[in-house]
């Protein structure tokens, strides 16, 4: 795809229609949209847009589709792949100021918001009803950026991805059009089903203006434990035991013991230093938590478990948990020369032992130090790897370990990807992922977007 770059004359007619404070050229303003929280390489927009409502999206996009100009939708900057790098060039539309919960309708446990909400936020607001929206990246992401990379995180085993709980889009097309996808009901079986293909599409085939969530109770008792294991290897086989167990927990964790030492350097936390769990159980009753906690310690117990802390309190449980989100924050501080690259596989969780074992090896065999975790329970792994910024040896072997790992996944039944994106670092994969499928995503691209304007050079390689 050829594309122009912004003129004067582009950029007179862009600035008509939006308020004059809501679009710069500025370069302190292009470098905060050039790059996100990956090690891709930042690449500057030519213009940023803050849209208020999709009248104003729908007129910027239809100008830019007309004069194949690219555009890339911005939340908060907080993906781990390059999805919303804006390599082309072009406008960035920044959804910070499009932030309003518009309605909550808690008879129908449904919520209607703009794209730029932030989901803690959300929750926060929700707190008062009883009910929450359940996906938990962990950073501060954006509503619309969660939907476009059908984002999850520690709750995914109990509660499922955001696709699970979008009943209703608007949605702007590359050439301006407006059209709403979904119902408010519950379910439906009419038509295509739009919803849970623009969920994930990372901006690509429309852009998100409004979506309605479905919210579920929040759990009336809860409980965590931890559980160390002599190995990495012993712990996923407990994950396995405790998943086929039919347990249910809300939220089980894995992590290797480099992180915990890491966790206890920065937060104090006390933990042995061990291949660990986090686990988190929900019931609407305190003697259902007992019982299913008895039976989570006679699981991790059967495999080789040297301790079991269960019946945490909150305070305990919020700053275990705490802790453990910000762990990838705590990596990059502890390596300050270092740039650090996230690997995100899954794989099906029968297939989870040897995928964590094949790290361990590969660890061993290359001497590469990095960081082991995930989220155990839909099979996610996450292997953190500091470089040595500028040391282009060091990083050339990364990325060998990296394609073997991701290889490995693969051929494990898994994906390149189970919750970051494919953006920009996990392109070259895709052809081996889906093979003759990837030339219909293709042709459904160009479908939508037939000038190729939204979101450019991300997805395929």
């Given at each position: 795809m050829k594309f122009n770059s912004l003129d004067q004359n582009h950029l007179k007619n862009l600035q008509a229609m939006v308020a004059r404070d809501r679009f710069s050229t500025g370069d302190s303003v292009l470098d905060l949209h050039a790059k996100d929280q990956s090690q891709h390489p930042a690449r500057r927009p030519e213009a940023v847009a803050w849209p208020v409502d999709r009248s104003e999206v729908a007129a910027i996009l239809r100008y830019a589709n007309a004069h194949r100009i690219p555009i890339t939708g911005w939340g908060s900057g907080s993906s781990l792949e390059g999805n919303p790098i804006p390599v082309q060039k072009g406008i960035v539309l920044d959804f910070s100021q499009m932030n309003r919960i518009l309605n909550i309708r808690a008879e129908d446990f449904q919520a209607d918001v703009e794209p730029g909400v932030i989901y803690q936020d959300l929750n926060e607001k929700l707190r008062h009803t009883g009910l929450f929206f359940p996906p938990d990246p962990g950073a501060r992401a954006t509503v619309?950026?969660?939907?476009?990379?059908?984002?999850?995180?520690?709750?995914?085993?109990?509660?499922?991805s955001t696709k699970?709980?979008?009943?209703?889009?608007?949605?702007?097309?590359?050439?301006?059009?407006?059209?709403?996808?979904?119902?408010?009901?519950?379910?439906?079986?009419?038509?295509?089903?739009?919803?849970?293909?623009?969920?994930?599409?990372?901006?690509?085939?429309?852009v998100v203006v409004g979506a309605t969530l479905r919210?579920?109770?929040?759990?009336?008792?809860?409980?965590?434990?931890?559980?160390?294991?002599?190995?990495?290897?012993?712990?996923s086989k407990a994950v396995f035991e405790i998943i086929?167990?039919?347990?249910?927990?809300?939220?089980?964790?894995?992590?290797?013991?480099?992180?915990?030492?890491?966790?206890?350097?920065?937060?104090?936390?006390?933990?042995?230093?061990?291949?660990?769990?986090?686990?988190?159980?929900?019931s609407s009753t305190a003697g259902h938590l007992v019982e299913i906690l008895d039976m989570g310690r006679e699981i991790c117990n059967e495999q080789g478990c040297t301790e079991f802390r269960s019946g945490l309190g909150k305070a305990e449980r919020d700053h275990i948990f705490k802790a453990r989100h910000a762990l990838g924050e705590m990596i990059i501080r502890t390596h300050p020369d270092c740039g650090t690259l996230v690997v995100d596989v899954a794989v099906p969780n029968t297939a989870y032992p040897e995928m964590i074992a094949l790290i361990g090896e590969e660890m061993n065999a290359t001497g590469i130090m990095g960081y082991t975790f995930g989220h155990a329970g839909d099979g996610n792994v996450h292997f953190n790897i500091p470089g040595k910024k500028g040391d282009e040896?060091?990083?050339?072997?990364?990325?060998?370990?990296?394609?073997?790992?991701?290889?490995?996944?693969?051929?494990?039944?898994?994906?390149?990807?189970?919750?970051?994106?494919?953006g920009l670092g996990k392109k070259?994969?895709?052809?081996?992922?889906?093979?003759?499928?990837?030339?219909?995503?293709?042709?459904?691209?160009?479908?939508?977007?037939?000038?190729?304007i939204l979101n450019p050079g991300k997805i395929f390689p």
């Amino acid at each position: 795809m050829k594309f122009n770059s912004l003129d004067q004359n582009h950029l007179k007619n862009l600035q008509a229609m939006v308020a004059r404070d809501r679009f710069s050229t500025g370069d302190s303003v292009l470098d905060l949209h050039a790059k996100d929280q990956s090690q891709h390489p930042a690449r500057r927009p030519e213009a940023v847009a803050w849209p208020v409502d999709r009248s104003e999206v729908a007129a910027i996009l239809r100008y830019a589709n007309a004069h194949r100009i690219p555009i890339t939708g911005w939340g908060s900057g907080s993906s781990l792949e390059g999805n919303p790098i804006p390599v082309q060039k072009g406008i960035v539309l920044d959804f910070s100021q499009m932030n309003r919960i518009l309605n909550i309708r808690a008879e129908d446990f449904q919520a209607d918001v703009e794209p730029g909400v932030i989901y803690q936020d959300l929750n926060e607001k929700l707190r008062h009803t009883g009910l929450f929206f359940p996906p938990d990246p962990g950073a501060r992401a954006t509503v619309g950026g969660m939907i476009a990379n059908n984002a999850s995180g520690t709750r995914t085993v109990y509660y499922g991805s955001t696709k699970d709980y979008v009943l209703r889009l608007e949605v702007v097309l590359a050439n301006g059009e407006i059209i709403e996808l979904g119902t408010r009901a519950a379910k439906t079986s009419s038509g295509y089903d739009l919803i849970h293909l623009m969920v994930g599409s990372e901006g690509t085939l429309g852009v998100v203006v409004g979506a309605t969530l479905r919210l579920v109770g929040f759990p009336v008792e809860y409980s965590a434990a931890i559980a160390t294991f002599p190995s990495v290897a012993a712990a996923s086989k407990a994950v396995f035991e405790i998943i086929r167990s039919g347990l249910n927990p809300a939220a089980l964790e894995l992590l290797g013991p480099e992180c915990i030492e890491l966790m206890n350097r920065e937060e104090q936390l006390g933990l042995n230093v061990s291949p660990t769990l986090f686990v988190e159980f929900h019931s609407s009753t305190a003697g259902h938590l007992v019982e299913i906690l008895d039976m989570g310690r006679e699981i991790c117990n059967e495999q080789g478990c040297t301790e079991f802390r269960s019946g945490l309190g909150k305070a305990e449980r919020d700053h275990i948990f705490k802790a453990r989100h910000a762990l990838g924050e705590m990596i990059i501080r502890t390596h300050p020369d270092c740039g650090t690259l996230v690997v995100d596989v899954a794989v099906p969780n029968t297939a989870y032992p040897e995928m964590i074992a094949l790290i361990g090896e590969e660890m061993n065999a290359t001497g590469i130090m990095g960081y082991t975790f995930g989220h155990a329970g839909d099979g996610n792994v996450h292997f953190n790897i500091p470089g040595k910024k500028g040391d282009e040896k060091q990083w050339a072997q990364i990325d060998k370990l990296v394609q073997r790992l991701v290889s490995k996944a693969l051929d494990l039944g898994g994906t390149a990807t189970g919750e970051h994106g494919v953006g920009l670092g996990k392109k070259k994969y895709m052809t081996a992922e889906h093979g003759k499928s990837l030339d219909w995503m293709k042709q459904i691209k160009a479908l939508f977007d037939p000038n190729g304007i939204l979101n450019p050079g991300k997805i395929f390689p």
